[in-house]
């Protein structure tokens, strides 16, 4: 066990010490509070464990992985030897601490929002249980859900080093969260008890505003009383000025707010809006829109979208020879395209060439902010021989599987385009805003974080509660819904800093459970779009 933290200090500190407010001392969790502490905001008493700590644990796991899996690593974790130093030096700071204690997940990363949520505490620990407290957090880093997490992020565990704070267990009387806008309202979600339930997804809570010392939401108003919730607001504030941080975790206990942690958070800024073309409301446009779902990227561009809008009835694709070289099938279709889109566009063979250059642009027009002129060009395309579309259509959609990039895929070029068709002719239903911003895409149904295999990427994930363990959908979603849950749950933190849009208790679950469906939503106005059954099963 390595004697000294990273500073060249004890492992194990007050959380009053000065030297806690390093990250790499305290981790982020247990530097945030420290500089609370420091800046005179009312903190629970505890005391930090240094990340530097976790560093032989985290080894002996990794040395795991390959032969035993996340199983093997967590239980290496679970039987380290935590060495005498430690082991006494966290018997002298709990013995100051009155039980129960809990023990709370500090990484290096929870500075950052995608990993909000992603690691365990252990509450009700007795003083002498708190190593064993302490090598359970840690083994958290080795569940199936946050390896997931780190394989999205391209972060190794083992160089994520995981600290510790140490604190009474609290019985509030409320708890919850506080968002600060740049106005200085302050949005804040409470519950009766612990907010353990809200932060996780599981509870709705009731929210208020306070803005100028006037405070709005009957129900919060009734829970906890207006000059309870005043005081909130003037410790979310305090934490804004001082801090920097716009988002705080809260308890009240016996009339007083405290803090349980400090963030700094994407949400609270004015939303962007955004201006949806006229012309995206007409029926040739929810059209496309379909054909470029099923043929995406810049292949479907190159390979089909010139010509096959002119077609009446869709071919049915024809599979090229299984073992056709890329570069072959790529050139083929490519010289095949242009004959298409010569015939659709009405032009001679021998101006394939000019034609296609035309296709292209009135595509580009397409995903501006005039897309009328290219609708009534598309509109105009004559349909071409059936035979050879077909066999076009099979070669390009061969392309585009073998193609496709690893990892996040990012947004495709055509989205835009689908949450302007989507808000224009879907059916609408209302939620609240949980992250800002706009996506389009499949909306599916996921049960639960085992089911996940039907998820692509770009979809709009869709669910009952905001959990912590679905955060690895996020990374490459469109957006995400739930039905139930609260915006200042865990999960639409990690969202609001991937800048996945997403809204919460909004009652789409009946409509999407019967089948994907295209769509948008509106994670500033707290909306979801969903186009007709029809449209649902493009790709």
């Not at 969260?177 to 612990?194: M, P, W």
């Not at 349909?383 to 496709?404: C, N, W």
């Amino acid at each position: 066990m390595p004697p000294n933290d990273a500073r060249g200090g004890p492992l194990v500190r007050r959380i009053g010490d000065p030297a806690a407010c390093d990250v790499a001392t305290a981790g982020a969790k247990g530097a945030g509070l420290a500089q609370a502490k420091a800046a005179g905001l009312p903190v629970p008493d505890g005391f930090v464990v240094s990340p530097a700590a976790s560093a032989p644990a985290l080894e002996l796991a990794e040395a795991q992985m390959e032969g035993r899996g996340s199983g093997g690593a967590r239980m290496a974790i679970i039987g380290c030897d935590l060495g005498r130093e430690l082991l006494d030096a966290l018997a002298e700071a709990a013995r100051a601490l009155p039980e129960p204690l809990i023990v709370r997940s500090s990484s290096v990363l929870e500075g950052s929002g995608e990993w909000s949520g992603a690691f365990t505490s252990v509450p009700e620990v007795r003083r002498d249980e708190v190593g064993k407290a302490a090598k359970s957090v840690w083994a958290s880093c080795y569940s199936l859900e946050v390896l997931e997490r780190y394989e999205e992020a391209s972060v190794e565990p083992v160089n994520a080093p995981m600290g510790l704070v140490v604190q009474p267990e609290i019985a509030p009387d409320f708890g919850g969260a506080a968002l600060t806008f740049a106005d200085g309202t302050v949005r804040i979600d409470a519950v009766k008890g612990s907010p353990r339930d809200l932060m996780a997804g599981w509870s709705s809570g009731t929210r208020a505003e306070v803005s100028g010392g006037e405070v709005s939401g009957h129900d919060a108003v009734e829970m906890m009383g207006a000059g309870a919730l005043r005081s909130v607001a003037d410790l979310a504030l305090r934490a804004c000025r001082q801090l920097g941080c716009n988002l705080i975790e809260w308890v009240m206990l016996d009339g007083e707010p405290l803090l349980l942690q400090v963030q700094r958070s994407r949400a609270g800024s004015e939303p962007e809006g955004f201006e949806v073309p006229a012309a995206l409301g007409h029926r040739f446009a929810l059209d496309f829109v379909r054909l470029a779902r099923d043929y995406p990227g810049s292949w479907g561009e190159e390979l089909v979208l010139g010509w096959l809008p002119g077609m009446g009835r869709r071919p049915e694709p024809v599979a090229p020879e299984a073992d056709a070289p890329v570069d072959d099938l790529a050139d083929a279709a490519r010289t095949l395209a242009r004959r298409l889109v010569a015939q659709a566009w009405g032009v001679a063979p021998q101006s394939a060439d000019e034609a296609h250059a035309r296709a292209m642009s009135v595509l580009r027009r397409m995903r501006s902010d005039r897309p009328n002129e290219s609708i009534e060009a598309l509109q105009a395309l004559v349909p071409v021989d059936e035979s050879p579309a077909a066999r076009l259509l099979g070669m390009a959609r061969r392309l585009i599987e073998q193609t496709r990039p690893a990892g996040r895929q990012g947004l495709d070029r055509w989205e835009p385009v689908l949450v302007g068709v989507a808000a224009l002719q879907g059916e609408v239903y209302a939620g609240r805003g949980s992250s800002g911003g706009v996506g389009a895409g499949r909306l599916v149904w996921v049960e639960h974080s085992k089911q996940t295999d039907h998820v692509r990427p770009r979809d709009i994930v869709v669910t009952q509660y905001p959990l912590a363990n679905l955060s690895p959908l996020l990374f490459d979603a469109a957006g995400f819904v739930s039905l139930g849950g609260a915006p200042t749950a865990h999960l639409f933190e990690v969202a609001r800093s991937l800048t996945v849009p997403a809204v919460v208790d909004c009652p789409v679950g009946d409509v999407v459970r019967a089948g994907p469906r295209l769509g948008m939503l509106d994670g500033d106005a707290g909306r979801v779009a969903i186009l007709g059954a029809d449209d649902g099963a493009a790709g």
